[in-house]
């Protein structure tokens, strides 16, 4: 007879996953989005299927994406090296912070904010 007791599972919250992808875009530069912007743009996805607000994903989720929608500056000498940061740091983000292994990490240039070049800002 097995007397081995499981510790149980852990799942985490739609919402604690997004409230860290922002997080962790935020502070990276040529990022023109605030926290609650960024926080609004995270969508997340098991397999093709969106997961709603609120929602628990199992820690061992392997089918995890994250996508996120983000607004770079005209400034940033490169959009792509901008996108490539935050993906890089939302990934690194869920692993460190939350134990959690997203499949993709996906991250679209929405808009671009040319305010600081054309002397409007």
């Known amino acids: 007879m097995n007397t081995e007791k499981s510790p149980g599972f ?14 962790a875009a935020v502070h990276i530069e040529g990022v023109r989005d605030d926290f609650e912007r960024l926080l609004k743009a995270v969508e997340l996805f098991r397999g093709e299927d969106a997961l709603p607000h609120g929602e628990k994903v199992p820690l061992e989720a392997q089918d995890l ?47 671009v904010d040319w305010s600081d070049l054309d002397g409007r800002g």
């Open 65 to 111: 994406v994250v996508r996120l929608r983000i607004t770079v500056s005209a400034s940033a000498p490169s959009f792509f090296l901008v996108a490539q940061r935050v993906q890089k740091s939302v990934f690194d983000a869920l692993c460190s912070r939350l134990g959690i292994v997203p499949s993709r990490v996906h991250v679209e240039v929405q808009n």
């Open 10 to 23: 852990i799942r985490l919250s739609t919402t604690t996953i997004a409230e860290v992808a922002a997080r």
